[in-house]
């Protein structure tokens, strides 16, 4: 018997219990649905993170204090590594390939003005920081790049502190305190969201050094260095390392590049994504064995027609074949419906929330459904072999 007398027999014996038929199909296409759903999500998310991420710069370096990796001694016990200094920052501008510098300390503190007050980030960055990671000036400009040792005591406001601050008012040449020190506004930041749970926003921006004494530290917590964005990383990253080395001794620090950072995130993002997509896996389990129950229901009302197939020649394989067919045509008829409801209800979900990110990654469609075929393949090998060890005699004889 060819192969498209069996498709033909599987699909006359689909629509001959159409009820059954789509309630086995239906099974499958939930579990579908439920993948293509749920990883549109995963994926959109993975996108939109990614986006985010990369608008501060692809082309940057961190470098912070303390080195990567395992450590001797009881935890709890200071650090011997060296500090990270304004020098180091000064002597990392001077090298090949680099463009910009910051160097960075962050805290919480109390900003006072016109009257009010609020408790929020301050960052002390340099002069280079919006350069660095890509952010720009609203209003006003930002801060100079004044001497270390003689920072002027300029502030630059996001713009949601400032409207809690200054309202709709013009803020530019007020003062503000910040800490024990009292600061003049030169500039209101563009929007720029949020970034690694820091609204950025709602941030007081000043120089570094007073940003070190603000919160007593002795050493920065990061610089941030921008290259040339023609030149491969790997040169940038060993000079790097090289002049640290050479000024602190040794190699007490961490460097980690935009695409180390952009290729972990990745990675826990397909993580998530595939997770999320195993979730909605299940169901489809559960559609498998809705169809082993219902071609095994199929296999004892049709013995008759089973003892009559062999009674006129049909060789055993035929008649697994045939079985084996009606599921595999039932999983991928589900498969289709399910790839069809999920991506669809995706869509529908962008649209009625925008905020939300949606986007169907099509390579995990066609996994889903392949799944869902050789699912109905597995679900239907013991129906069919019990099919095809019924005795003819027997069979017809049944009643």
Do not use: C
Not at 32 to 54: D, K, N
Not at 96 to 124: C, S
Not at 344 to 351: D, F, I, Q, R, Y
């Amino acid at each position: 018997m060819s192969w498209r007398d069996l498709l033909q027999l599987a699909l006359r014996s689909i629509t001959a219990h159409r009820l059954r038929s789509a309630l086995t199909l239906g099974g499958i296409a939930v579990g579908i649905a439920a993948v293509i759903l749920l990883t549109s999500i995963g994926e959109g998310l993975h996108r939109f993170v990614l986006q985010e991420f990369s608008q501060f710069g692809t082309n940057v370096i961190q470098i912070n204090p303390g080195r990567q990796g395992a450590r001797g001694g009881p935890p709890g016990l200071p650090s011997t590594a060296r500090e990270l200094t304004l020098d180091d920052a000064a002597a990392l501008a001077r090298l090949p390939y680099v463009t910009h510098v910051t160097a960075n300390v962050n805290g919480n503190a109390e900003v006072r003005a016109n009257g009010r007050v609020r408790r929020t980030t301050v960052l002390g960055v340099s002069a280079d920081m919006q350069e660095v990671y890509a952010m720009r000036v609203r209003v006003g400009h930002f801060l100079p790049p004044d001497d270390s040792a003689s920072a002027r005591a300029f502030v630059v406001l996001g713009p949601k502190l400032k409207r809690e601050l200054f309202g709709v008012a013009n803020a530019l040449g007020e003062r503000v305190q910040i800490g024990d020190e009292r600061y003049r506004v030169i500039g209101i930041m563009e929007e720029k969201g949020e970034f690694l749970g820091v609204d950025l926003d709602d941030t007081a921006f000043i120089p570094s050094v007073r940003g070190l004494a603000l919160f007593k530290r002795d050493g920065l917590m990061e610089i941030g260095v921008a290259y040339a964005g023609n030149v491969p990383v790997a040169p940038v990253v060993d000079a790097v390392t090289r002049s640290l080395i050479t000024r602190h001794g040794r190699e007490d620090f961490s460097v980690r590049t935009q695409e180390d950072m952009l290729a972990t995130l990745s990675n826990i993002l397909d993580i998530l994504t595939a997770a999320v997509g195993a979730l909605g896996g299940i169901s489809l389990l559960v559609g498998g064995v809705g169809i082993v129950t219902i071609m095994t229901i199929a296999v004892s009302e049709r013995t008759n027609e089973i003892g009559l197939l062999v009674a006129l020649g049909a060789r055993r394989r035929t008649i697994l074949g045939l079985f084996l067919g009606e599921a595999v045509v039932l999983s991928a008829l589900g498969g289709l419906v399910g790839l069809a409801v999920g991506a669809g209800a995706a869509h529908a979900l962008g649209l009625l929330l925008p905020a939300l990110p949606v986007s169907t990654p099509w390579g995990f469609a066609l996994a889903a459904e392949l799944l869902a075929v050789l699912i109905g393949l597995l679900a239907g090998v013991l129906p069919a072999r019990r099919a095809a060890s019924l005795d003819a005699v027997a069979a017809l004889r049944a009643e």
